[in-house]
């Protein structure tokens, strides 16, 4: 099992430009999860979903969209790129048992906006 | 509102014993999760106390007191791979399957 995948792992955006992280897991987990980490920081969560469909708003919201088409993926879209976005972003899963708790990350994106 | 507090940085030798310590305020939760994560690394999930007391884990043990909204992670016979930094995160009342995390701990162990 692969686990929680992101592509890409690096990436270098202008100022405006557009693009979509993808992550998929190959866990069949229901919850699916977003999050920013800045340096010297801890995880903010900028969207999740709870099932195939289904998405919602997380802490830090402003700036992005996401789809859960299928089960297994959950992209990240970032429509007109800020420098404030520079950030290492990391997808995560869980299963709802327990109030997932545990949730298995992917290895990041690292996103730099000029 | 919804929070979570930990020191910024714990430096200890090899061999030796690290609490890290979490207070958290909160209306209400489900429980005090830890996680571990190395410099360019992912997290990964250390342990969950959903009830008072102990869980003990190998060398990693994590304990919650509800009634101080208090948690603590203890680290014994540390190693040189131990350095990483540390997290602790909750569910924040009626939002399941949410986590909230701490700003995270520095552990620095020196040989």
């Known amino acids: 099992n692969a686990g929680v995948t992101q592509t890409p792992k690096f990436r270098v955006l202008k100022t405006g430009q557009s693009m979509t992280l993808l992550c998929a897991q190959d866990?069949?987990?229901?919850?699916m999860y977003w999050y920013r980490q800045d340096p010297g920081m801890g995880l903010r969560l900028i969207h999740y979903s709870v099932g195939e469909g289904t998405t919602a708003k997380g802490e830090v919201p402003d700036g992005y969209n996401v789809s859960r088409l299928k089960k297994q993926n959950f992209l990240l879209g970032l429509e007109s790129a800020a420098p404030s976005q520079t950030s290492v972003y990391f997808c995560?899963?869980?299963?709802?048992?327990?109030?997932?708790?545990?949730?298995?990350f992917g290895p990041g994106t690292r996103l730099t906006v000029t | 509102g919804q929070s979570l507090e930990q020191p910024s940085e714990v430096t200890a030798v090899e061999g030796a014993i690290v609490q890290i310590n979490c207070t958290y305020q909160t209306s209400g939760f489900y429980g005090l999760s830890w996680y571990q994560q190395h410099d360019g690394g992912a997290p990964t999930f250390l342990s969950y106390?959903?009830?008072?007391g102990l869980e003990e884990t190998g060398r990693f043990s994590s304990f919650l007191s509800r009634s101080d909204s208090y948690g603590y992670l203890l680290l014994q016979e540390l190693q040189m791979k131990d350095s990483a930094s540390y997290f602790c995160s909750f569910s924040p009342p009626d939002s399941w399957g949410k986590l909230q995390f701490g700003a995270g701990t520095q552990v620095v162990v020196t040989p």
């Open positions: 995560a899963s869980s299963s709802p048992r327990g109030g997932a708790y545990e949730q298995y």
């Open positions: 106390n959903a009830l008072d």
């Open positions: 866990m069949n987990h229901e919850y």
